[in-house]
Every structure is written in C-alpha cells, then in structure tokens.
DNA sequence: CTTGTAATTAAACAAATGTTTAATTAAGGC
DNA sequence: GCCTTAATTAAACATTTGTTTAATTACAAG
C-alpha cells in the first residue's frame, strides 16, 4: 500500500516542505494530537507493536515531532498516560468518596463509578490490560503506584466500614472481599471482545446499567435460591424483582 | 553483557562447529526444547517482544532451529499453544462435567478445578491474558474457538442446571451470572502481579484454598451481614465459620 | 534589516529482528 | 566405499524500528 493517496498528482508542490509553518499555536496542536493518536494506538496495540512512524502517520505529523515534543517514545507514552489516566482516575476517586450513604450505598455507588466509567471510555481497559496485567516492562511498577493504588487499593477499607456499619458480615476477609469486588468490576470490561463472542453480549447503556444491579444485588446476597439458603427477600438493594431473569 | 561467560577461554575448539551431531534422537529434544522455551517466553512477554534468538538461546540451539522445526516463529507459537493449552483445558473440561453432586456441589467444583489448575501453572492466567483479552491479532478467534469456548462458553448452562435443581435463585440472568463466575474464578489469578503489590497476598495452596471457598459462599450468599440482610446462616457449603476473617 | 531562535521536514544512521543460505557433519542404504 | 538425506551451524540478507542530523522556513527582537 503506498503511502499517499491516489489524490495526490505527484507534483512535487503538493508535498510538504521543512520549516517552520505559518500562523500561531501550531506546536501546540501536535502536541494534542500525538497525544491522542498515541492514545489510541496503545490502547490497541502492544508498546513495542506500536511503532512511532505510524503513530506520527495517525497524528498526520513527522515521526521526528515525537522526539521534538516528548524526547523519545518512552516520553510520549509516559505523557499520554498522565494526561488520559489522570483525569479519568481522579473522576473514580471523586465519585467512590462521597456515596449517598443509602443502605449498600457505597458498594452500588462504586461499582456504578467505576462501571460506567469503563463502559464510557473504552480505551481505558484496553490499557489496563496492556499496561497493569500484560506487560512486565517499566512501566507496570509506575503504573501501580500511580494508578492502581490511588482505586484498587482502597477497596479492602472500604469494606471494612461497611463491615463496622454492620452492612457486611463481621467474618468477611476484607482483602478477598475487595479481590472479589474488583473482579467483578474490572473483569467484565477487560473480557468484553470475549464476552461479545462468547455470549454475544453487547455493550450498551442498558447492559451496563444491567450489570451494575446485578454485581450489586449477587455481592450483597450471592445467587443462592431463598429455598435452600433463606436469602434476603425484600431487600433495599435490588428492588426490581418483578420481571424474571434480571439480576 | 557479552554473551558467552567468563569460563569460555576463547579457544576455538569450544565452539560448537556445524553438522548433524552424534547419537540419535537430537531432533526431538531440540523440537521439545525450543517448545518449552517458547512457552515460557511467551507467557512472559509480547509475541512481538519475544526475539526468536533469545528463544533460541533458552533453548541453546541455533535460531535456524526455530524455521527447520516449525517454519517460522508463527509456526512455532502455534505449535506452543496447541501443546500446552490442550491438555490443561482438557483437564478442566473433565472436572467440570462430573462434578460431586452435593449441594452446591458444581459450582464449588468448577471453581476448585479452574482456581487450582491456574495456581498450579502461573503460566497459563499470563497467556490468557495476552492471547485472549490483550492481542488483536489473528491468534485470538482462534483461542476463542478452540479453547475459551470450551470452558467458559458452558457456564450459563451450568448456572441453569442449577437453578432447574432449586439451588439457584429463578430470576437470575444466568449470562449475567456467568459473567460474574467467570471474573471471580479468573481475574485474581490474572491480575496476581498487582494483587501482590497492593494487598500483600501470596500464592500458596493454602491461600487458593481460602479463596476457593471465599469465592464458592460470596457467589451463593453474597457478603451481606445476616443483621439487615437475613443472609444464610448455617449453610451447606462454608461449613469453616468458627474464626473470623475466614471467607 | 539582521540575527537568533522555534518549528518542521526529509534523509541518514544504527541497532534489532525474522528469515535464508551455504557450508559442514553424521547416518543409512546400495 | 559412495551418495543421498537429515541435522546443525555461522554468516549474510532484508526489513523494520527508534533516533539523530542537517536543511529549511517562519517569527520576533534589536
């Protein structure tokens, strides 16, 4: 596949030649969108699948801007993870903080936070599978002090003033509560291309909102038939009992 | 770092010089080196990261082995897969179809099968994690088809089964459910090298153990305290309630 | 108007990587 | 004992990749 277009009459006038452009805050617009043309490749591909020629092709400026702007592809990546993550993880952090404070109130708010959150920006899992689970690199030890410390690594105290406010049970291992918690969270999304083949589930708001009640409704009361284990009827989490196949 | 170590006097006659070599059965053991080889690497890293010559050097024989014996390096990762992910699914397969028939009996079964056989080979979460939820490449439809299929693709049947027998409550959604089986059975094993960092925990038997049953009671019961949820007491399956922090 | 600096490009460079080749040695049948 | 084939190596090859360089243009200050 040639690189330019049909479109292109190869006169040489058309191409573009080095110097500095006219007009203001050019620099600043590559900046923008190397950053996001970074974004999306490495949410897609692998650090080093992701080669810097064809990142700089996405962003439709030279390869040697990255090494102007950012040093090097490490300084690239490095950026686009503070400037993608950061607001993104704040946001998570804001809305697990203050719950409503209703009965199970902080579980089904951080579940929806965190839920929504991922269904909403896509390219965030795919990260967190390249950058967190997948890659043994540098990157990995940044990252969790960074990121995953700041959201994972609250969840275990989390529960346990759950558990002091008597809305958890007292023999409960905070640490493999907060395991849980956190697979049922984080799996679905990260296993979403899966998921879609598998049970041919797809992602909308509807299956989002779904899957908040239902991971809200099973880590408060588990699936058990109220036949066998006399579970929790007329609870104040899952109120919607009405139609069947659910939760 | 030089790549032959400081023992090698650099005397030429050391150097291993080409030809067939002396002896039968050469063949087959470099084949099954470089496949162990590969199968270690490739857990570890990127298929792109994963340098046929440092394969090849981890299986000490020349990098032209890779092509004699399986092509390419496409070739050989193929043939890694199919020997190394065969077996141990089929193993899986096989514990979860007869599973013991008490109560609560299956799903405490399919978890110890799968929960088990990811502790006992690490290696296998980590290629799980790069051919299935990471590479968008042309290996996952295939990993898919032959392998997620199998395993994960029976688990709504399993959930009905379950509520057929009364053990299951009647409006659950059983993808929903699957979904959610799925996460806690696979994702802490995925995500060891963060829970490590974060919450301190070990894999040992001792602790697969505890999160077996963890995870059996959270998925039948939930977490809800017995005060406002009136969440089974006295259950058949976590029968272990003397100490506290158990489950 | 000159001069220095910022922004941008094409091209060159060096290292790494998958693959191929030619040479070399051993085995096995005739 | 010769000759074909199997197994193995070192070295060469071609491509891709991250990075650097030198040239080129615009702008701003003096």
Not at 199 to 226: I, K, M, P, W
Request: charged share 25%; hydrophobic share 45%; glycine share 8%.
């Amino acid at each position: 596949m040639a690189t330019r277009t049909a479109k292109n009459k190869n006169r040489t006038a058309l191409r573009r030649r080095p110097g500095r452009p006219r007009g203001e805050a050019h620099s600043e617009a590559i900046r923008a969108a190397l950053l996001k043309a970074a974004r999306q490749l490495f949410a897609q591909r692998d650090f080093k699948a992701a080669p810097v020629r064809e990142i700089a092709a996405a962003a439709r400026v030279n390869p040697a801007m990255i090494h102007y702007h950012f040093g090097d592809k490490d300084g690239l990546y490095r950026a686009m993870l503070q400037e993608t993550m950061g607001p993104v993880l704040q946001k998570v952090q804001e809305l697990m903080n203050h719950s409503s404070g209703r009965p199970a109130g902080s579980i089904h708010d951080a579940l929806e936070a965190v839920m929504t959150m991922l269904a909403r920006e896509p390219w965030v899992a795919r990260l967190i599978v390249r950058e967190v689970l997948a890659e043994e690199g540098p990157f990995r030890e940044l990252f969790i002090r960074e990121f995953a410390a700041r959201g994972g690594g609250r969840v275990p105290q989390l529960l346990e003033r759950e558990m002091a406010q008597g809305r958890v049970r007292k023999d409960l291992d905070p640490v493999l509560g907060a395991l849980s918690f956190i697979s049922m969270a984080l799996f679905p999304f990260i296993a979403l291309p899966v998921a879609e083949k598998l049970f041919g589930v797809r992602l909308t708001d509807a299956f989002t909102r779904r899957l908040v009640e239902h991971s809200t409704r099973l880590f408060y009361e588990g699936v058990g038939s109220n036949v066998s284990h006399n579970t929790a009827r007329r609870n104040p989490v899952a109120a919607a009992g009405r139609g069947r196949r659910t939760t």
